[in-house]
């Protein structure tokens, strides 16, 4: 098993050398970040299994606020991280506290109207754009201001986050943390009454996910100096957290990244191929996954091949 | 008298919402099922609405009822392919799996009809009349008076016939109802069917005077969730209660906030009970 970590490794620290294009520089880019985003979601969404359908305000908030650094202050987007970090932590329990109370569908639905709420009340507010959105600076000013052409650098900016939530998951599965999680998932009233306090554990969750989402909120909007209410804050950002996740594997290490590089390879050449009407392909296409995955192999892909493993296995002992 | 024409045409908007949301308290209440498509529903049935008067020239009676047919067959037909094997499934499969259908369902009328607003043609319904000082649209009242009809209807099927009962009744205890003779996949088939009905006359009803885009749906499934939340869960008076109240507030809020922030009310007001009521307004648990 070790050998496979380190093979992938290296192969996340040498792909910018392949993908020498641009367009396959953004890409693989795009792919990491995602990764990022669908491993922070699977820490809450995952692991304490609760369904959050609204982390696009983490998002949203954590892109927005380096801009607004910018656009009012002519600060350094860097400094903006931090605040973000404190108003989506802010959110996540101002969320969280009431609605961990109650069990499944409620939270999604909490976490939905909460999510639509600030995307419409972003686009009326003057003081963030409103409707136009924010720019980041046109041209580096300094190193601190991460304005680069290329996407390698963002690449491995995105990797090195990366890095940190699969190490902060793999750390969380093994603790004390992750036992309740997987017990609290497994049955909320059989953990509660050995004593795990559900509603505190599941918040923890959400707070670290809430973190991480908006961490890559701001470094999203570094890359692209540009950020508008439907591109951060829309649904679709949050679903797009969820299928990733979900399509590798929910409550797996390694499935985020899977999901994430499999969906943002096909968005973007169904992009190139159908130009304009990609979008709405694309939706299309991640609807038809959805269904067939709840319906065939909620497990995800990982479980896919788990089976197959398993089965291989099996038949080899016969032999 | 621009309060009362103000607070008129929310109460029948509301009758509207009190509709859809009567068949998505149903399927809730009976199979603790969230539809997140229901509000996609909806909009199908305005689409079936604008294909009917478009091709067939159909008026309101002949596209109303087609919306009615059509929704209902696909209610029943999601129910029996995915629903049925989700519901015992974990968590995540059983929410994810409606909405993927809801995304399925909105981008495939969008790849057809993109993102444009569009009206019905030549309105199968129109002008208006004039009732005590106040100017009432003939579409908006003819949708409320038979949507409040059509709601109240739903709730004397489910709580005056044995067919209502047999629902109830698997939605109670789904064992208990198997050994009196009831096939439970049968009943949870017709209220998927009823449900989808109901949104699909809702959309119907109000295509004759409402906007037309493939994204309406993302809306109006978030009211039907306040709606339901506000009413308690499985409750069709609830339901319609509350969703005359929802519609009043939106219309007052409209008018005197500003139209944009007349979702953001119902959203924050949404919010603000799963605060301080986390079961629901008139619900218990």
Known sequence: MRWAWVVLGGVLLVAPLTFQDPFYGRMIALMLLWAVLASAWNIVGGYAGQVAIGHAVFFGVGAYVPLLVYTHWQGVPLLGIPVGIAVSVGIAVLVGVPTFRLLGHYFSMATIAVAELIRLLVTNWEFVGAARGLGGPGTGRTIWDLSYRSSIPYYYIFLAVFTLVLGFTYWMEQSRMGYYLRAIKAGQRAARSLGVSAPRYKLYAMIVSAAFTSLAGSLYAVMLGFVDPDSVFGIMVSVQMVIMAALGGAGTLIGPLVGAALLIALQTFANSLFGGQGNGLTFILYGGIIILLSRFEPGGLLEIWNHYLARKRRKEGTE | ?285
């Not at chain 2, 009567?22 to 294909?51: C, P, Q, R």
């Not at chain 2, 309101?60 to 999601?78: E, N, R, Y």
């Open chain 2, 1 to 285: 008298m621009i309060a009362l024409q103000v607070v008129v045409g929310g109460l029948l908007l509301g009758a509207v919402y009190a509709l859809f949301s009567s068949g998505l308290t149903l399927v809730w209440g009976m199979m603790n099922v969230v539809n997140f498509a229901h509000g996609d529903f909806v909009m199908l049935g305005m689409y079936i609405a604008y294909l009917a008067v478009v091709a067939l020239h159909a008026g309101p009676l002949v596209f109303t009822l087609l919306a009615a047919l059509t929704l209902s067959i696909v209610g029943a037909v999601v129910y029996y392919l995915l629903i049925r094997q989700v519901m015992r499934g974990p968590m995540l499969a059983q929410i994810l799996s409606t909405f993927g259908l809801a995304l399925l369902v909105r981008y495939t009328v969008f790849w057809f009809f993109s993102a444009t607003f569009i009206t019905l043609p030549g309105s199968a319904l129109g002008g208006s009349i004039r009732l005590g000082g106040i100017l009432i649209g003939i579409p908006q009242l003819v949708a409320g008076i038979l949507a409040i009809g059509l709601t109240i209807g739903m709730h004397l099927l489910l709580t005056r016939t044995t067919l209502g009962s047999q629902i109830l009744a698997v939605s109670e205890d789904r064992q208990a109802a198997m050994l009196m003779g009831i096939r439970p996949d049968r009943m949870q088939a017709l209220a998927w069917g009823l449900a989808s009905a109901s949104a699909g006359i809702a959309g119907a009803l109000i295509a004759t005077f409402y906007y037309l885009t493939p994204t309406v749906g993302e809306s109006l499934v978030l009211i039907a969730f306040v709606v339901v939340c506000f009413g308690g869960f499985g409750s069709v008076p609830g339901a319609m209660l509350a969703g005359l109240i929802i519609g009043l507030i939106q219309a007052v809020s409209a008018y005197y906030i500003g139209p944009v922030y007349k979702d953001v009310v119902v959203y924050a007001l949404f919010v603000a009970i799963l605060w301080v009521r986390p079961q629901g307004l008139m619900g218990t648990a």
